[in-house]
């Protein structure tokens, strides 16, 4: 029997989702309380692996087990063995051919920028704060020549092991709430930083420090050409998405939704 389970975490503690040899990960704390349940060795797939820092609100994750326990009991039982800083929100009896990761058709991100003056005080380990002033009108122009199929070499990490640069952006969506602005970013799959480094180059242009567009730095294919990878702290890896029939629910649309009463 397959299970998939969706669940939400505040990074921050971490150093990323993938278990480390000698770091505290998201991976690690789920699989310990999984054992805790089944008494046996679990190893889970998960949707996306999110760096050290990054938060998450419908990673997704699966593994195989013979123990029968109706779904509350599953929920609870992993919730009662986690760190206070995640949480299992869901979960879905899953055919034995679903992957979290393979099995997904698309991923959404959303990163926040605190703009102000002054720091963020109580949201300081949850958004990007840049104290200069950012033209929101740059920002959503130049954001739309992402839209498409690119080559993103100019916006991947100098380690980042993917053999193939070529992603698809569905839609990118910027908007503004006082203070913070909100860029969210669908795509078939990431490389490596991709979004920081999408977001900190989007920041610099709108400040002036970069002269070229969005669609000059992308026929570069050259990673110097682009601006600066910003902090982990400010993204929020919504989920992926799934075929209907696995009954896996798609991730909200924008961040701001996961918090509407």
Same mark, same amino acid.
């Given at each position: 029997?397959?299970?998939?389970?969706?669940?939400?975490?505040?990074?921050?503690?971490?150093?990323?989702?993938?278990?480390?040899?000698?770091?505290?990960?998201?991976?690690?704390?789920?699989?310990?309380?999984?054992?805790?349940?089944?008494?046996?060795?679990?190893?889970?797939?998960?949707?996306?692996?999110?760096?050290?820092?990054?938060?998450?609100?419908?990673?997704?994750?699966?593994?195989?087990?013979?123990?029968?326990?109706?779904?509350?009991?599953?929920?609870?039982?992993?919730?009662?063995?986690?760190?206070?800083?995640?949480?299992?929100?869901?979960?879905?009896?899953?055919?034995?051919?679903?992957?979290?990761?393979?099995?997904?058709?698309?991923?959404?991100?959303? +990163?926040?920028?605190?703009?102000?003056?002054? %720091?963020? /005080? &109580? !949201?300081?380990?949850?958004?990007?704060?840049?104290?200069? $002033? *950012?033209?929101?009108?740059?920002?959503?122009?130049?954001?739309?020549?992402?839209?498409?199929?690119?080559?993103?070499?100019?916006?991947?990490?100098?380690?980042?092991?993917?053999?193939?640069?070529?992603?698809?952006?569905?839609?990118?969506?910027?908007?503004?709430?006082?203070?913070?602005?909100?860029?969210?970013?669908?795509?078939?799959?990431?490389?490596?930083?991709?979004?920081?480094?999408?977001?900190?180059?989007?920041?610099?242009?709108?400040?002036?420090?970069?002269?070229?567009?969005?669609?000059?730095?992308?026929?570069?294919?050259?990673?110097? +050409?682009?601006?600066?990878?910003?902090?982990? %702290?400010? /993204? &929020? !890896?919504?989920?992926?998405?799934?075929?209907?029939?696995? $009954? *896996?629910?798609?991730?909200?649309?924008?961040?701001?939704?996961?918090?509407?009463?």
């Amino acid at each position: 029997m397959k299970l998939a389970f969706t669940t939400e975490y505040d990074g921050s503690a971490f150093s990323g989702f993938q278990r480390q040899k000698n770091a505290p990960s998201v991976q690690q704390n789920i699989e310990e309380a999984l054992e805790k349940i089944t008494q046996n060795k679990v190893v889970i797939n998960y949707a996306g692996r999110t760096d050290s820092g990054v938060h998450a609100l419908s990673q997704v994750f699966d593994f195989t087990t013979d123990l029968e326990r109706p779904d509350k009991n599953w929920i609870d039982g992993i919730n009662a063995n986690l760190v206070d800083s995640i949480a299992v929100t869901s979960i879905a009896r899953v055919s034995d051919d679903f992957h979290s990761r393979f099995s997904a058709l698309e991923r959404s991100y959303t +990163y926040v920028i605190y703009n102000s003056r002054s %720091k963020p /005080l &109580f !949201f300081g380990n949850m958004s990007h704060w840049d104290n200069n $002033k *950012i033209d929101l009108d740059k920002i959503k122009q130049q954001s739309k020549m992402f839209l498409g199929s690119h080559d993103f070499t100019s916006f991947r990490s100098s380690s980042c092991n993917s053999k193939n640069p070529v992603k698809k952006i569905s839609s990118i969506d910027v908007e503004c709430h006082d203070r913070f602005i909100f860029i969210t970013i669908k795509a078939n799959a990431f490389l490596h930083n991709m979004v920081r480094i999408m977001v900190g180059t989007l920041i610099d242009i709108a400040k002036g420090e970069i002269n070229n567009t969005i669609e000059e730095i992308l026929l570069k294919k050259d990673r110097s +050409y682009a601006g600066k990878t910003v902090s982990a %702290k400010g /993204l &929020f !890896f919504l989920g992926p998405k799934y075929d209907l029939e696995f $009954k *896996i629910a798609s991730p909200v649309s924008h961040l701001m939704d996961r918090f509407k009463i």
